[in-house]
């Protein structure tokens, strides 16, 4: 391994959906540019931990002094495919007090009264927090789609309206990371079949599941036009292979401290004088 | 150490602020019932961490199937006491996806245009969560009191709101546990030097934290106060010794886990027949 990240390439580079991406292409069950074991993965994801957890107390502790900065992950995946082991492996790693998480549903109808991207403004991250979208506006857009719930006039504003408010996010200096997990139909099926296999996990479990399975190919087809739309510079969607649990972990968890890096932190000074304050202190 | 908990005799017992309870007979640097070293606390607290991860996904997964409860840890402390430590040591070995955490700052003027009770009331966790206050409703009975903002009537007046306010969450399936970290002053006096000593520490400093601290015996009647006022059977407070940040943390983790195992939780059965889904899914 090369780097400190354990990574021959960057996952930022090697998983980055660019112009004439294609899904399809994509391989669920690679580890791209990561040569070692899970072991090694396993002990890798804990080391950099330590290093996440440092770059988002820099990100909390710059906003204290007026820093106006947020990191926003976005996850979007098919049932089973782990984002919810990403939360609880990759960003359950940082301390909680500089966590803001939110995990869509189905909108209420108060929600349904607005414009789609309504209740995802009320969600956004904090100035200093890493803020976490489990599931997302895209659901809008893919959903949506593959089950003709809006048309494609609706779908293509939809597209730009994502596009004109990550842009929008992205200047007030929210940096965004897009994030879908892919596994194969296969993986699914096995994923399912042990929730199934196992009384502990049938609370997971629900037969709608089945339902959104059946619309694999459709689900795809609307994956692949939602990267094609709204893939940009200051908001690039990045498809992480997701049969290894372990190396999505790792990939998702590298691509936040390159965010965080990209952000150039570094702990604030404090606004007080040093010596009046150790002198008020001792008499104290 | 005689049981699985690594204490001799619980937490909820040694620590509760029962009647006769006098703040300034609890000795800070303690560490009541249990015997072993930091070395074991902390390995302890490595290992309980799982116990109380499961309680915590049980207590969601009921709710996925109807259960209406939750919990509900309230901190109280003085600057310095460990207050973040609790919530990145022990609140944050929990699967963030089950954890609901509010930090309360000094009011917003829309919520000092309400009740005292009412921003309060909006962030109580939702079925399934464990909920955390860091500071609370508590602070209006606190500050309030040290600076005089708020007179003996209404001093009374709000111990009672409170103590409404939480039986009608108790009753409503919220298990309450309220905790104040008790450290000395010489351990804080320590601590803001260390944060003095330490560039990198330097924006947890404010020079507001010698102002509040000049106030040290004041804040020590208002607790009493609000231990002799709000300490109910439903919703008792627990003193904990905070010198020993290790202890601290020990402690909070165990009454946490008592909390959860008092709500007889279990894994839900699913509600689907598990021969035909198990069809479905081998024909998808």
Redesign the interface.
């Known amino acids: 391994m090369a780097s400190k990240h354990g990574f021959k390439k960057s996952p930022r580079d090697l998983l980055v959906v660019g112009q004439d991406f294609q899904l399809d292409r994509v391989e669920s069950s690679a580890a791209p540019g990561f040569s070692g074991k899970k072991r090694d993965a396993e002990q890798l994801l804990a080391d950099r931990a330590r290093r996440l957890g440092v770059l988002q107390e820099q990100l909390f ?1 710059e906003s ?2 007026g820093a106006e900065k947020s990191v926003l992950l976005v996850l979007q995946a098919m049932d089973t495919a782990g984002k ?1 082991g990403i ?2 492996h990759v ?2 790693s940082v ?3 500089g ?1 803001q ?1 939110h ?1 869509f549903k189905a909108p209420t109808d108060e929600e349904k009264s607005h414009d789609f991207l309504w209740r995802i403004q009320k969600e956004v991250p904090r100035h200093g927090m890493l803020g ?1 979208f ?1 599931r997302s506006h895209y659901e809008d857009v893919l959903i949506h789609r593959v089950h003709g719930w809006a048309d494609e006039a609706e779908l293509t504003r939809r597209y730009a309206a994502i596009n004109d408010f990550e842009a929008g996010l992205n200047e007030a200096g929210t940096k965004i990371v897009k994030v879908m997990l892919q596994i194969s139909p296969e993986t699914q ?1 096995e994923r ?2 042990a929730r ?1 296999a196992d ?2 996990k ?6 709608g599941d ?1 339902t959104e ?2 619309f694999w190919p459709q689900y795809m087809e609307a994956y692949q036009k939602a990267f094609e739309q709204t893939s940009t510079e200051t908001a690039p969607w990045y498809v992480v292979p997701a049969d290894k649990k372990w190396y999505a972990r790792l990939a998702v968890q590298e691509l936040l401290i390159d965010a965080f890096e990209s952000m150039k932190l570094d ?4 606004d ?1 004088d ?1 010596a009046t ?2 002198k ?2 001792a008499a ?1």
């Open positions: 502790a204290k002094f919810g939360v609880s960003v359950g301390d909680p007090q966590v998480l995990a976490v489990d099926k399912l079949s199934l009384p502990i049938h609370w997971k479990y629900s037969p089945l399975r059946a702990w604030p000074k404090g007080f040093l304050e150790k008020r202190l104290s």
